[in-house]
Each structure stands twice: as structure tokens, then as C-alpha cells.
């Protein structure tokens, strides 16, 4: 069997690392992949927007299932044309991966299905938002429609830099086109919470739950980034609660899509606010989440393969798919200046190569081979996760590891999984 994996960060790491742990020992491609992909896959050198290169080359190579990591080429159509060509792939249509790509279209879905949420306007025009925001109490959250790599969101805990932030995406085009709608949402008072689920269109199955690290510092401070670690499953996920979010959330968003004639099919990812016991949806993503993805997939007990090639034959209702009872938790080592601008091209000391039976495993989200080694290639450059019976066991495991692995000016978070704790003592 022959899969193809669409991308080249941490997430797509995990995703390779997992599938080759399949029973039906798959010849595995990934495009572009990155070092660590390339030693457990083959690399090849399409990027993952090139949907007709991808597309051709899968044709080629006669791929039986290709798995989609990122968000772009769904946004591109990847899964359409795929489709078209009579190729399996693992992802939503265009149509349906608008529950990320347009975040106007995800609230609307929302607002006519009663599925709770903050409540929010969205505004084309520049001088209606500033004169909005001039009508609203603050904390105020301000954010582009578009896909902006996770950096489209700006929680103004004033009403000046809630203007700044429109202006920015309206005036000064800091996230291009995904920035010439904006919304401007209520502030939500809570704790975050990741629930994916995998869905055929019809039956949805959830995922053990994660909490994700989004601000760049210790305690939570400082700018939104893609993720700076996460852990999973989340002690605030209770039976009561994830059975909530099934029935509040998760179903009657993929029954709403299959009745819009755009069935969603894949990896719902409902970003939620837990505010007294009540989950309030905060986006929803089309794809796995990174770095969710590298705690979840650890933890994963069914073969992967089957659980996908469930989903693409619509026969997830016949699947039942099983976790280990373990928690797993993951660090994400960042490039110095991440999310601003920063360098890359710095050597990495400290990599080594790890069975998946030895409790840690070391993706690698943007790195690069060269001929003496490997370097830095992205903001967020390995994610390093541990999973263990007990949360403290997995923390100290990770954070073992992380100081061995060196390149210049690195930065991490050591407060990772800080809220599981407080909720486990
Ligand atoms: P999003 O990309 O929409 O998930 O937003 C990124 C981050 O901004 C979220 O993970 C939250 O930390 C924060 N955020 C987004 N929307 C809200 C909201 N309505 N209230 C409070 N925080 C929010
Ligand atoms: N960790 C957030 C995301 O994948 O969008």
C-alpha cells in the first residue's frame, strides 16, 4: 500500500510516525516533508500548495490514499481535485473546508444551528468596525477571516488596540487578503480546550481531548503563536463535557455541512472556551491540529490507516477505534524571535533517533538536511513529546529531553501542561 502525507511541519511528523507503525507496513511518501519525515518516509520536493503537482505525482506513483496535514491546500481544493482524478484522499472539499478558511461562513453555520459560540459581527468596511468598536466594552477580539497561520487573532484588552489590530488587517494588509474582512467578537472568559473528532459526513468520532499553549511565553503571555506545546487528554474534557460538545458541537456541525450539500469529511478540530462548564466554540479548523496532533496520534491504540480509510469509505460507524489510558504531553522548540521574524540555517546538536515503544518521541516541525547535519528551517523548529501512565511522569520525561537538544538562541516553554496539574493535585 502506498500513502502519501501533504505537508512538512510536526504534525505531518506525527502523522508519518504513526502510519509506518501500521500493520500494513505502507510505502510512505511525504511532500515536502522535512529531516526527521525523511528518515522513516520519501521526501518529495512538491510544496504542499502545488495541488496539480501533488495530484500528477500521486497519479504517477498510483498513491492509494493520500492524507492531508495543512490547511492551505484543503483552502486550494486539494480534496476536489483529488476527487476528480478518482484518487483517495484523507480531507474536506473547498466547500467544506470554509469552517476554517472563512471564519464569517463557520459563525453562520453556528448562529443558524444554535451551536454556541461568542457573539460576533463581521465588517468590510473599516470606519463601520472602528465606529463598532467604539460602541463595545473591552477585552475585545479582533480577527481576520482568512487563513493567517494562527496569527490572525488579537484579544485587545483596550479599545485603542482593538483599533490598531483592524487597521492592521483593513489598512495595512499585515495578513493580505484574509485580512480585508474582519470580525470582532466578544470576549470569552474561560479555559481553552481541543476536541478533533474524526468524520465520514455522517458518524463523528471524537479524539481524546488536548489543551493547546497558543501565547509565545510562560504563563500564557505574549503575542498568539501556532502552538508552543500541548497535552492530552485534558482533565476539564469530562465524560459529561466531551459528551456535550458531541452533541452540542460536533454532530450538528457535520449534520449542518451534509445538509448545506458540502458533507465535511476528515478531522473536524473544534477550538472551544470552557466558561463555567458550558464549551463555547472559538473557531473550528478543517485539519488536525499542530501541535495536538504529536500528543494525540501517541496515544492512538487502532491502526491509523484503518481508521482513514474508514472515514474516506464512509463506514466510520462500523469502526470502533481505541486509546491508550495513557497522557502524553509535547514541548515545542521555536526559532528566537518566533512568531515575529527570525533567522533560520542554525545547526541542531542533540537529535538521536528513538523507537516508538520509548515513550518520547522527537518531531521535527521545520528543520532541514544539509550535508554536515541539520539545521533550523522554520518558526516553530521540533515539537518533543512523552507520553507516561501519569501526567507528571510524561512532563518530567519531556522536559529531560528538551534541554539536550540545542541550536542557537532556541526558546521554549517550561510551564507546558501547567493547567493539567493544577487540576490532577
Ligand atoms: P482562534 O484562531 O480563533 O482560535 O483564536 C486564537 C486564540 O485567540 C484562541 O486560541 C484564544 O486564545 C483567543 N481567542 C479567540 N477568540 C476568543 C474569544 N472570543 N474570547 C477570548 N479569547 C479568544
Ligand atoms: N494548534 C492550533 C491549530 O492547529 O490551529
Redesign the pocket.
Known amino acids: 500500500m502506498k500513502i502519501l502525507v501533504v505537508g512538512s511541519g510536526g504534525r505531518e511528523h506525527a502523522l508519518v510516525w504513526k502510519i509506518a507503525q501500521s500493520l500494513r507496513t505502507p510505502k510512505i511518501f511525504c511532500a515536502p516533508g522535512n529531516a526527521g519525515i525523511e528518515e522513516i518516509a520519501t521526501c518529495v520536493p512538491i510544496t504542499a500548495d502545488d495541488v496539480a503537482g501533488l495530484r500528477d505525482f500521486a497519479l504517477r506513483e498510483r498513491i492509494d490514499l493520500t492524507v492531508v496535514g495543512p490547511e492551505a491546500p484543503l483552502a486550494l481544493g486539494i480534496a476536489d481535485e483529488f476527487r476528480k482524478a478518482r484518487l483517495k484522499i484523507f480531507g474536506p472539499t473547498k466547500a467544506a473546508a470554509r469552517l476554517e478558511s472563512s471564519?464569517s461562513f463557520s459563525k453562520d453555520v453556528m448562529l443558524a444551528n444554535h451551536i454556541p459560540t461568542?457573539t460576533s459581527r463581521s465588517f468590510e468596511q473599516m470606519e463601520q468596525a472602528l465606529a463598532y468598536l467604539d460602541e463595545q466594552p473591552v477585552p475585545i477580539?479582533v480577527?481576520a477571516d482568512g487563513l493567517a497561520q494562527?496569527k490572525?487573532?488579537v484579544?485587545a484588552m483596550t479599545r485603542e488596540e482593538a483599533k490598531q489590530a483592524v487597521r492592521d488587517a483593513m489598512e495595512h494588509s499585515l495578513f493580505g487578503q484574509a485580512g480585508h474582512r474582519v470580525l470582532i467578537?466578544?470576549?470569552?472568559?474561560g479555559e481553552?480546550l481541543t476536541i478533533m473528532a474524526f468524520t465520514d459526513g455522517k458518524t463523528v468520532v471524537p479524539m481524546v481531548s488536548a489543551q493547546?499553549h497558543?501565547r509565545v511565553g510562560d504563563g500564557d503571555i505574549g503575542p498568539?503563536t501556532g502552538g508552543m506545546g500541548a497535552y492530552a487528554p485534558a482533565p476539564i474534557a469530562t465524560a459529561a463535557l466531551r459528551e456535550q460538545v458531541m452533541r452540542e458541537v460536533l454532530q450538528p456541525t457535520v449534520d449542518a455541512l451534509a445538509r448545506l450539500g458540502c458533507p465535511f469529511q476528515g478531522v473536524l478540530y473544534a477550538?472551544l472556551?470552557i466558561v463555567k462548564d458550558t464549551p463555547y466554540v472559538?473557531?473550528f479548523n478543517a485539519r488536525l491540529g499542530d501541535p495536538e496532533t504529536e500528543v494525540v496520534l501517541p496515544l492512538l491504540k487502532t491502526d491509523l490507516i484503518e481508521v482513514m480509510e474508514a472515514v474516506v469509505d464512509h463506514r466510520l460507524d462500523q469502526l470502533t477505534i481505541e486509546w491508550r489510558h495513557d497522557t502524553a504531553v509535547c514541548v515545542v522548540i521555536t526559532s528566537p524571535g518566533y512568531p515575529g521574524s527570525y533567522q533560520t540555517g542554525f545547526p541542531i546538536q542533540g537529535l538521536t533517533t528513538r523507537s516508538p515503544d520509548a515513550g518520547v518521541a522527537v518531531f521535527h516541525a521545520g528543520t532541514k538536511r544539509v550535508a554536515d547535519g541539520v539545521v533550523t528551517a522554520g518558526g516553530r523548529v521540533l515539537a518533543v513529546t512523552a507520553w507516561s501512565s501519569s501526567l507528571r511522569q510524561a512532563r518530567e520525561q519531556v522536559y529531560q529531553t528538551v534541554p539536550s537538544i540545542q541550536f542557537d538562541g532556541r526558546h521554549y516553554r517550561t510551564d507546558i501542561a501547567h493547567r493539567a496539574l493544577s487540576h490532577t493535585t
Request: glycine content about 14%; charged content about 45%; cysteine-free.
Open positions: 471564519k461568542a477580539v480577527k494562527g490572525g487573532v484579544v467578537e466578544e470576549f470569552l472568559d481553552e493547546d497558543k498568539n477550538g472556551m472559538l473557531e
